[in-house]
């Protein structure tokens, strides 16, 4: 599996999980190999209908908030391209 692969895998994957959810702007943030365990994490970012304000005054073309997107790493096993696990990415406890 190349970076590409692991990319599209990982997006596909959080547009149908949260398929129900009408998420929207849905895109890569980070991704990395894991050489140890052979694995993906490729973060994705999303935005849920909740993050988006009701304008009150004047009609606007809806945006996401500043940092109200959710971002999850998605883990793909390299072997046989299998997504293993979805996990919260929480920037603000983030080292990075």
Same mark, same amino acid.
């Given at each position: 599996? &190349?970076?590409?692969?692991? +990319?599209?895998?990982?997006?596909?994957?959080? #547009?149908?999980?949260?398929? %129900?959810?009408? @998420?929207?702007? @849905?895109?890569?943030? %980070? +991704?990395e190999?894991? %050489?140890? !365990? $052979?694995?993906?994490?490729? *973060? =994705?970012?999303? #935005?849920?209908?909740?993050?988006?304000?009701? /304008? =009150?005054?004047? /009609?606007?073309? /809806?945006?996401?908030? /500043? !940092?109200?997107?959710?971002?999850?790493? +998605? =883990?793909?096993? &390299?072997? &046989?391209?299998? =997504? *293993?696990?979805?996990k @919260?990415?929480?920037?603000?406890? $983030?080292? %990075?």
């Amino acid at each position: 599996m &190349d970076v590409k692969e692991a +990319v599209s895998t990982a997006i596909k994957h959080i #547009a149908d999980v949260y398929s %129900e959810e009408g @998420i929207s702007h @849905i895109g890569l943030e %980070e +991704v990395e190999y894991d %050489e140890i !365990n $052979s694995q993906w994490n490729v *973060t =994705v970012g999303f #935005a849920r209908k909740w993050d988006f304000p009701t /304008p =009150v005054l004047i /009609p606007v073309l /809806p945006s996401p908030r /500043p !940092n109200q997107r959710t971002y999850k790493i +998605v =883990v793909i096993r &390299d072997r &046989d391209k299998k =997504v *293993t696990a979805m996990k @919260i990415r929480d920037l603000a406890t $983030s080292n %990075e």
